[in-house]
């Protein structure tokens, strides 16, 4: 692979304010929202941009196992935040690796901070437990120093640097989702958002991705899952059962969900906007999701006795199955509250 | 937004996550240190399932049922088919390629992209050398490298 980098020799660091984040998308959005004028948090980025949802599809498979997936698709979030919000982007994607890298050095020249999406495998600066082939990270360009890239990568607490070969390498991962080089960022600020009509319409598609009649996504995928992973032993044996099983937990908890599978990154929004709003109700609300947040917690930790091979009194597959029967139910009643909830916003 | 990261732990790499959580008093919530146990078990779980693989890879190149393209293709955690699309050659080419046959008759340029792509040199695939993967021992790997070149086996390094 060649590492032929732009005809631009870019020795820059832009002014960007870097934030550890839970999520990487979420936390990329809210950092090039905060860059163009609107300072803007992770729940909220989060939240306006709709990312909770649930899907469980069996026949989707990533190594071998399920797709379980606790938000919505990969790039979802900053299309919608920004839709919701009305702020103007742009965004690319190309052929030729050698093209994406010159396109990347013009618009650091030019002073943008670029948003990219990457694999993680091949980021040499991912300590070894995350290198995965998962082509759906998101992180900040923000300067070039020599031959290295500046980079704010949301998942770590200050900026990082890599090699030009190796962010090549990640922007052409190949597989599942794979980026093709896309590079994406914000127009600069024309109007200022309106955040009331933003908030409203980010809660109305988490409602409505987590009410719909759809059996494999909200709340009926949730149930689905439980009623599939009760026969996960007979159907499986032990062995595979438990890597299916760390495998949801690994899903729900590792980095990026900012735990609980996001549940409680989305309770922080509800209180946000609901501060932001003036409307008590939608404040107090996100206590309620906390609670399924717990359930979801309580989940995970026995699912990890039962991986590690040391189940506790009680820890059996049927008891997870009605663990995450009472994350449905939960979760139901709270979504359909919000719906109404939704009717009295301002 | 606060934060506090004082709990290393073995697999993340001492990496201090942001993780969201419920307050003691029941109320909403904010950003605490990341409880990292739970991951810890899982994504370990994930790792010791790769390093059966692994093992199972080597002793196959061992026992000249594949071919180290093989070996590499597991360490890197890869199938024929993503191999395939990052060499950007068909999937027969690339399961005929871990065969030890089909491995025999690759010409250097091909063999070259292979090393490239897995980051080693063409002398070690030819000869076999078998290295762990890319994440696990960089500053070895270049050690011995810098070790063979003194000695002027002669390798090309490739351009990994």
């Known amino acids: 692979m060649n590492s032929r980098v732009g005809r631009v020799q870019v020795n820059r660091e832009l002014?960007?304010?870097?934030?550890?984040?839970?999520?990487?998308?979420?936390?990329?959005?809210?950092?090039?929202?905060?860059?163009?004028?609107?300072?803007?948090?992770?729940?909220?980025?989060?939240?306006?941009?709709g990312g909770l949802f649930f899907g469980y599809f069996p026949f989707i498979r990533l190594n071998g196992l399920p797709l379980v997936t606790y938000r919505v698709a990969v790039g979802?979030?900053?299309?919608?935040?920004?839709?919701?919000l009305g702020l103007g982007t742009w965004q690319r994607t190309f052929r030729h690796p050698a093209?994406?890298?010159?396109?990347?050095?013009?618009?650091?020249?030019?002073?943008?901070?670029?948003?990219?999406?990457?694999?993680?495998?091949?980021?040499?600066?991912?300590?070894?437990a995350y290198r995965f082939h998962f082509n759906g990270h998101n992180l900040v360009v923000y300067g070039k120093r020599g031959d290295d890239y500046l980079i704010s990568d949301p998942v770590f607490p200050g900026p990082v640097t890599?090699?030009?070969?190796?962010?090549?390498?990640?922007?052409?991962?190949?597989?599942?989702?794979?980026?093709?080089?896309?590079?994406?960022?914000?127009?600069?600020?024309?109007?200022?958002?309106?955040?009331?009509?933003?908030?409203?319409?980010?809660?109305?598609?988490?409602?409505?991705?987590?009410?719909?009649?759809?059996?494999?996504?909200?709340?009926?995928?949730?149930r689905f899952l439980a009623r599939r992973l009760k026969r996960w032993p007979q159907r499986l044996g032990p062995a595979k059962a438990e890597l299916h099983l760390g495998h949801v937990v690994r899903m729900q908890e590792e980095i990026g969900t900012g735990g609980g599978g996001f549940r409680f990154l989305y309770a922080d929004f509800l209180r946000e906007a609901g501060e932001l709003l003036r409307h008590d109700p939608l404040a107090a609300v996100g206590r309620d999701l906390t609670v399924a947040g717990d359930r979801w917690r309580d989940f995970a930790v026995m699912a990890a006795r039962i991986c590690k091979g040391r189940p506790a009194a009680g820890d059996d597959y049927q008891a997870l199955a009605d663990g995450l029967?009472?994350?449905?139910?939960?979760?139901?009643?709270?979504?359909?509250?919000?719906?109404?909830?939704?009717?009295t916003l301002p | 937004m606060v934060q506090d990261n004082n709990r290393p732990s073995g697999v993340?790499?001492?990496?201090?996550?942001?993780?969201?959580?419920?307050?003691?008093?029941?109320?909403?919530?904010?950003?605490?240190?990341?409880?990292?146990?739970?991951?810890?078990?899982?994504?370990?779980?994930?790792?010791?399932?790769?390093?059966?693989?692994?093992?199972?890879?080597?002793?196959?190149?061992?026992?000249?049922?594949?071919?180290?393209?093989?070996?590499?293709m597991v360490v890197n955690q890869m199938d024929p088919a993503?191999?395939?699309?990052?060499?950007?050659?068909?999937?027969?080419?690339?399961?005929?390629?871990?065969?030890?046959?089909?491995?025999?008759?690759?010409?250097?340029a091909m063999l070259r992209r292979y090393a490239g792509l897995f980051r080693v040199t063409e002398h070690d695939l030819r000869r076999g050398v078998l290295w762990a993967a890319v994440y696990d021992n960089q500053q070895q790997r270049e050690a011995e490298a810098a070790y063979e070149q003194q000695g002027g086996k002669g390798a090309g390094e490739s351009g990994a």
């Open chain 1, 15 to 49: 002014d960007f304010q870097h934030r550890q984040a839970a999520h990487c998308e979420s936390g990329v959005a809210a950092s090039l929202v905060s860059h163009i004028g609107i300072p803007l948090s992770e729940p909220m980025a989060f939240g306006i941009g």
């Open chain 1, 76 to 84: 979802r979030i900053i299309k919608r935040l920004t839709q919701n």
């Open chain 1, 99 to 128: 093209q994406a890298m010159a396109a990347l050095d013009d618009l650091l020249a030019q002073g943008v901070p670029v948003g990219l999406q990457t694999g993680v495998f091949w980021l040499p600066y991912f300590p070894k």
């Open chain 1, 162 to 222: 890599c090699p030009a070969e190796d962010l090549q390498r990640a922007r052409f991962a190949a597989g599942a989702l794979a980026p093709k080089g896309r590079m994406y960022g914000l127009n600069p600020l024309a109007a200022k958002p309106d955040f009331r009509t933003g908030i409203k319409a980010g809660l109305q598609v988490v409602v409505r991705g987590m009410l719909q009649p759809f059996p494999l996504t909200g709340v009926r995928g949730i």
């Open chain 1, 325 to 343: 029967e009472q994350c449905a139910a939960l979760e139901e009643q709270f979504f359909r509250r919000l719906r109404t909830l939704l009717g």
């Open chain 2, 12 to 72: 993340t790499g001492g990496l201090p996550l942001v993780q969201y959580a419920r307050k003691e008093d029941g109320g909403c919530c904010r950003i605490s240190s990341a409880d990292t146990a739970i991951v810890d078990v899982v994504n370990q779980q994930a790792w010791q399932a790769l390093a059966v693989e692994i093992s199972a890879a080597r002793r196959r190149v061992e026992a000249g049922k594949a071919s180290p393209i093989y070996y590499y």
């Open chain 2, 82 to 108: 993503l191999l395939g699309k990052y060499m950007g050659i068909a999937v027969w080419r690339v399961r005929w390629h871990l065969r030890p046959m089909g491995f025999r008759r690759l010409q250097s």
